[in-house]
């Protein structure tokens, strides 16, 4: 069952990192809409992992956190930017995209 699969995926992969455990919720939540206003409003998905990568938005930057990522937001990100990511020949989203 592909869903019940997915479920067993996200309870295995880490948990996106965004912000200290420490910070408020508002804070978490200004941070969360940061990351998704990061990834949608770059010209391509490999370049929005990029700009995650270097402002520390996306973890360890590791295939598993990438994938949590997309998982996590799913609906919410641009369905043109997720297929450019997972359908680049990057080893990272080739990995995420097996997760996934």
């Known amino acids: 069952d592909p869903c019940r699969e997915r479920s ?3 309870q295995t992969l880490p948990k996106l990192r965004t912000n200290s455990g420490n910070e408020e919720v508002l804070s978490s939540n200004r941070a969360s809409h940061a990351v998704l206003r990061t990834f949608n409003s770059s010209s ?3 370049k929005a992992v990029k700009v ?3 402002q520390e938005l996306l973890g360890d930057g590791s295939a598993a956190e ?3 990522f ?3 937001n799913e609906g919410k ?3 043109s930017m997720v297929g ?3 359908g680049s020949k990057n ?3 080739e990995e995420a995209l097996r997760l996934v």
């Open 77 to 79: 990100l641009d369905p």
């Open 84 to 86: 450019d990511l997972l």
């Open 52 to 54: 995650m990568l270097q």
């Open 66 to 68: 990438l994938a949590m």
């Open 70 to 72: 997309l998982l996590a």
């Open 44 to 46: 391509s998905g490999e």
């Open 8 to 10: 067993q995926t996200m």
């Open 91 to 93: 080893e990272m989203c």
